[in-house]
């Protein structure tokens, strides 16, 4: 936006006080809008009171969004647009100091629309002057072909020139659309302004410098008085030191440009020295320079802790200026744990808390990082989480036995009532005394609890599904239960047995321990039910628990999810003496925070070929899987991460050199963040083009293989081999098949065979079951998928269909697509980690792919054994189907190899470099190749031109390696972006030290 032109627009103004208004007033209508600032006016005609650089200061000043300002001065005496010091001042730089104080002070230079119309320059002249401002970070202002100028007499020649043409190529080149397009030729050399240097950009942050002949030349970092070669010096005070975070941190960094061709070159930086020298490959580059700037860290404020729930809290705060959301919080003013790092940069800051434990107090403090990087941390704060609400309690005080929470058992001998306080258990004859909550609740995630203040020598906590009121011994007679006996044998100590009863068949152990349990003393008895597994626990005082034994739960067709009831019983009480209780209660558990990683085991490298190989292990609880890979135990490359948890893994490594030990180490992080590395293992890939076969058979031998198949038993089968072939047929209405006789792992395997002579109705099929007595092969079972060769007529094409059968449900098509099959065809069944592909060929070596789709048999997955099967039905009918060469093949495992680290080097991209992102323009989405030589964190970051944070791709450790970096147009809040230039950051801290930043610009069009 331009503030006033010209006799007829600050000159309207007599006063600063008008000025000021009128530019206060313009900040605020104006700059919510994406602009920049424009003061202009002829240099001594039409000057603001106060001067251009007053308004520069004032913008400067009141502009909340930082917007680029410059002032656009004109000095008459260099009107003509040849004059070298009207391309000085088109390039805000000059020989007068006052100008350069005046416009330099602000932010970046800019091409104004006014650029072509004086005078017949031509259109490459225009462009590659205005190339060099707009490659230096500069903005331009354009109109379409005609450009006006005030008070000029415009003729038109003048108004058509080629220098105002130019401005509709300048345009179109921005916006990007190529026409009219116009030749790259050498750019004309920088206009010396001082000695034979040249600098252009933004002060402070960012500077172009350029030699205009071949050799070295330094660039003082330090000292104003040094750059006595520079128009920076004395005015801008040099390039300090102080301006960047620390003193032992990366001060400068810059990368070549190529002046004549625009292409961006190598990266180099300096960390040590106030002073450093520069050669340029040759005179066409200038020296692109970035100094970090000062590290300011938010001022966090208003740090507040609401608590939602026994096991939740949501911790809010503010910062002074835009930065990220985290919050440490722990036991202690150590904290210990971490919240999930939220990047969005914001003022308003809200982090919620999960996991914690009820009826506890914990410490916390809030983190944010803003965009240069810079840390703010708050002081110790605390809040407390409540105690859980019981969802049953009974402290027995009633006077009787509260009939709304409990049910007593109607055996005729149950004597069990409420006696001073406390429930006594007791029976007549060889009954139980005993009583059963009135309701069922929820297992998963609760304790239930009670007080034994007089064991006997027969008593038990017990929980069952299922009840019968009339049973003389309690919930015992049920087909499913778990109890928790406190027990005694004649006069000796009082004992723990744990005892279940899973579908009819009881089983139990003792589990005392080192407890010692007397009449005096009692005991508590305790079932904690997490989310997978029941506690057997017991305490002397209800403080200290002692854990006496754990399982995965498992009574028979029930989980932690389903409700259950709760007992409380004694048996033949007038011989083992009545069992007294009290305080009863079930409540809500939250288990506490994790610390502990999971354990890694069975750590093997399976289906290895020539340039793939899968990983898999087990853990002890549900967590993440990934793998570190490489030629040495440094590793260096690393497998994308299965986010999802579970106890078995599996990673499938591609993309690996053929005849090559690779070592590896596996990771997996549980939900609570806690980490497990495996110890080094290694594996060696097959050489090229070899693979082991599981299975393989070329029916050569005279007669089917015992030791391999398995003859369907129906009656009307008839297969067998024949002249090194099987030849499938039966009579009747049945199928002539054989399977397998072993099953297979299917993941990450081949199975082929070849069919010499297809007939109307034949396939290559696979099931987890069989039955060899069926008359139809494996169609009869629940589960199976079939790859059939058919035809539904005498003559002509066969075809190829995919069935299959999902938990007794049918589904199929036809998936012939261009394959033109008259005779003999290859079948193939292909499985990677989740899917299966259905694909075919004419000659065994070019195959397509028919179908694919994720592995769904039901209850089954790749990891799974099956059968494989060749059937063909109604042979009389029909014909017989011929096959030939059946493999399974697999990738086993080869011996090791050791590998050289000048070959780990020579896979390694021996330097830092990233691309241009491709495409450019972009409308959907665009990338960018990464090339990283070492381990080292990368800090990916969109802007716009405005220099506001859109978008933060990553922030995270890269292995080295080639990476892809993807936008997908979207800002940080998975919005849209709108059509423009965007700035992609590209920060690289390496292990050994080593520092990249690098800048691509990026065009969106929509």
């Not at 009863?501 to 997490?530: C, E, F, H, W």
């Not at 004694?570 to 009290?582: H, Q």
């Not at 993807?966 to 992609?984: H, K, M, P």
């Amino acid at each position: 936006l331009m503030l006033a032109w010209g006799n007829g627009g600050w000159q309207n103004f007599s006063t600063v006080a008008q000025v000021d208004r009128f530019v206060r007033y313009t900040l605020a209508r104006y700059s919510v809008y994406n602009v920049f600032w424009i003061t202009a006016g002829e240099y001594e005609e039409a000057a603001p009171p106060g001067g251009h650089a007053h308004v520069g200061e004032l913008i400067a000043a009141s502009d909340p969004y930082v917007h680029p300002i410059t002032t656009h001065t004109i000095n008459s005496s260099a009107e003509d647009f040849g004059n070298a010091a009207w391309h000085t001042t088109i390039y805000q730089q000059t020989g007068s100091p006052a100008l350069i104080t005046r416009d330099r002070i602000y932010n970046k230079p800019v091409i104004n629309s006014e650029f072509g119309y004086e005078g017949d320059q031509s259109a490459e002249a225009v462009r590659q002057d205005a190339w060099q401002i707009v490659m230096r970070g500069g903005f331009a202002v354009y109109g379409d072909t005609a450009t006006y100028h005030y008070n000029a007499t415009m003729t038109s020649a003048k108004l058509n020139s080629p220098g105002a043409r130019f401005m509709t190529i300048l345009k179109n080149f921005w916006t990007g659309n190529n026409a009219p397009a116009f030749a790259w030729q050498r750019f004309t050399r920088f206009e010396v302004v001082s000695g034979s240097r040249f600098l252009a950009g933004n002060p402070g942050l960012e500077y172009v410098v350029y030699a205009e002949g071949r050799g070295t030349f330094t660039v003082n970092l330090s000292d104003a008085s040094a750059n006595t070669n520079s128009p920076l010096a004395p005015l801008e005070g040099g390039i300090n030191l102080a301006n960047s975070q620390s003193a032992t941190a990366t001060i400068i960094n810059g990368q070549w440009f190529n002046t004549r061709t625009g292409v961006w070159g190598a990266t180099f930086s300096d960390t040590a020295s106030a002073a450093f020298s520069l050669t340029p490959p040759d005179s066409a580059h200038a020296a692109y320079l970035v100094v970090a700037p000062p590290a300011t860290p938010p001022v966090i404020s208003q740090v507040l802790a609401s608590v939602t729930s026994t096991t939740t809290a949501t911790i809010t705060w503010q910062t002074d200026k835009p930065g990220d959301s985290q919050v440490e919080y722990g036991l202690t003013a150590s904290y210990g744990n971490v919240s999930v790092l939220d990047t969005t940069k914001t003022l308003n800051h809200q982090i919620a808390l999960t996991g914690l434990s009820p009826n506890t107090l914990y410490h916390f403090r809030a983190r944010s990082r803003d965009a240069s990087g810079a840390l703010a941390l708050s002081g110790d704060f605390t809040f407390t989480t409540p105690p859980n609400a019981a969802l049953l309690s009974d402290n027995f005080n009633t006077g009787t036995l509260d009939l709304t929470k409990w049910q007593r058992g109607s055996n005729s001998e149950n004597q069990s009532a409420v006696v001073n306080n406390a429930l006594e258990l007791r029976s007549q004859s060889k009954q139980s005394g005993w009583v059963i909550t009135k309701q069922a609740f929820v297992a998963h995630q609760t304790t239930v609890t009670v007080k034994v203040t007089q064991p006997n020598d027969d008593g038990d906590l017990g929980m069952t599904p299922t009840y019968n009121l009339t049973s003389s011994s309690g919930i015992y007679g049920q087909e499913n239960w778990y109890r928790f006996y406190v027990y005694r044998e004649a006069t000796s100590a009082y004992h723990l047995y744990v005892q279940w009863l899973k579908a009819g068949i009881v089983g139990g152990l003792d589990v005392t321990g080192n407890l010692a349990i007397t009449p005096q003393s009692g005991v508590y008895l305790r079932l904690r039910m997490d989310d997978a597994n029941i506690h057997f626990e017991a305490s002397l005082d209800g403080q200290q628990w002692t854990t006496c034994y754990s399982e995965v739960f498992a009574l028979p067709g029930y989980t932690l999810s389903d409700k259950f009831y709760y007992e409380l019983a004694a048996s033949r009480t007038a011989l083992n003496g009545v069992l007294r209780v009290d305080d009863f209660a079930i409540e809500n558990y939250t288990p506490p925070s994790d610390t502990l990683a999971p354990v890694i085991s069975n750590v093997v490298a399976t289906n290895i070929t020539a340039n793939a190989a899968t990983i898999t292990w087990n853990t002890n609880e549900p967590g993440d899987a990934q793998v570190e890979y490489g030629f040495t135990n440094s590793y260096g490359l690393l497998s994308v991460r299965d986010s999802s948890r579970t106890t078995a893994h599996t990673i499938t490594l591609t993309n690996l050199m053929s005849d090559t030990t690779y070592h590896f180490r596996v990771r997996s992080q549980d939900a609570a963040g806690n980490l497990a590395t495996s110890s080094d293992f290694t594996f060696t890939t097959l050489a090229a083009g070899t693979s082991t076969p599981l299975f393989s058979d070329d029916f050569n031998s005279g007669t089917l293989n015992p030791s391999k198949w398995q003859l369907g038993a129906n009656s009307g089968n008839q297969s067998a081999v024949s002249n090194n072939a099987l030849r499938l047929q039966s009579t009747g209405s049945q199928s002539g098949w054989v399977m397998t006789k072993q099953a297979y792992a299917a993941g990450n395997t081949t199975v082929t065979v070849k069919v010499t002579q297809p007939n109307n109705d034949g396939a290559l099929g696979m099931s987890p079951t069989y039955s060899l007595s069926s008359s139809t092969g494996f169609y009869s079972q629940s589960n199976w998928y079939r790859f059939y060769v058919y035809r539904n007529q005498s003559s002509g094409p066969y075809l190829l269909y995919v069935e299959s059968k999902k938990n007794g449900v049918l589904a199929g098509f036809e998936v012939t697509g261009n394959l033109a099959i008259n005779g003999a065809v290859y079948l193939r069944l292909r499985f990677d980690n989740t899917k299966i592909y259905f694909e075919a060929s004419l000659n065994g070596a070019s195959w397509t792919t028919a179908h694919s789709e994720t592995f769904t048999l039901p209850g089954y997955s790749l990891n799974s054994a099956f059968y494989y099967e060749l059937a063909a039905h109604k042979t009389s009918t029909n014909g017989t189907l011929i096959v030939d060469d059946f493999a399974i093949t697999t990738n086993a495992a080869t011996l090791a190899k050791s590998v050289s680290e000048n070959d780990l080097a020579a896979a390694l991209p021996e330097s830092f470099a990233l691309s241009q992102n491709y495409p450019n323009p972009f409308n959907i989405e665009t990338r960018v190749n990464l090339d990283l030589p070492e381990h080292g964190r990368v800090q990916a970051v969109i802007y716009n031109l405005q220099g506001q944070e859109v978008r933060r791709l990553h922030d995270e450790a890269f292995p080295a390696g080639a990476h892809v970096l993807q936008w997908n147009g979207a800002n940080a809040r998975n919005e849209t972006v709108s059509s423009g230039v965007y700035i992609l950051r590209v920060t690289f801290a390496g292990e050994s030290g080593k520092r990249e930043v690098v800048t691509r610009r990026m065009v969106v069009m929509k």
